[in-house]
Nanobody, 124 residues
Framework: VQLVETGGGLVQAGESLILSCVGS????????LAWFRQAPEKEREFVAV????????EYSDAVKGRFTIARDNAKNMVYLQMRNLKSEDTAVYYC??????????????????WGQGTQVTVSS
């Protein structure tokens, strides 16, 4: 599978934004899909993950209650709805995929497929 993210941009604090990630291939529905982000001079960090049929989703404490991950396997799409954005949400956001569901899905090394990233900038 290959992944391409879209939807990034510049927004004001408190506003909302939806990121999209489209995947290629007929096995998209078998992958766990996640969003990570990387701010300048910081390590890439976990944001959210969805199991293959979205029966299980997890969020980082930093975004819980503000962000929602959703997927549409019929369209090979995964989304990240971001509400009440803060300046600290500024980062490049990456979509990632793995064929495994494990207890390590908050780690970057659990993922074998990554998109190219999309920039989100939140001005205060």
């Amino acid at each position: 599978v290959q992944l391409v993210e879209t939807g990034g941009g510049l927004v004001q604090a408190g506003e909302s934004l939806i990121l999209s990630c489209v995947g290629s291939g007929r096995t998209f529905h078998t992958y766990s899909l996640a969003w990570f982000r990387q701010a300048p001079e910081k390590e890439r960090e976990f944001v959210a993950v969805s199991s293959p049929i979205a029966t299980t989703v997890e969020y980082s404490d930093a975004v819980k209650g503000r962000f929602t991950i959703a997927r549409d396997n019929a369209k090979n799409m995964v989304y990240l709805q971001m509400r009440n954005l803060k300046s600290e949400d500024t980062a490049v956001y990456y979509c990632a995929a793995t064929e495994n569901w494990s207890t390590h899905l908050r780690r970057t090394d659990s993922y074998s497929v990554w998109g190219q990233g999309t920039q989100v900038t939140v001005s205060s």
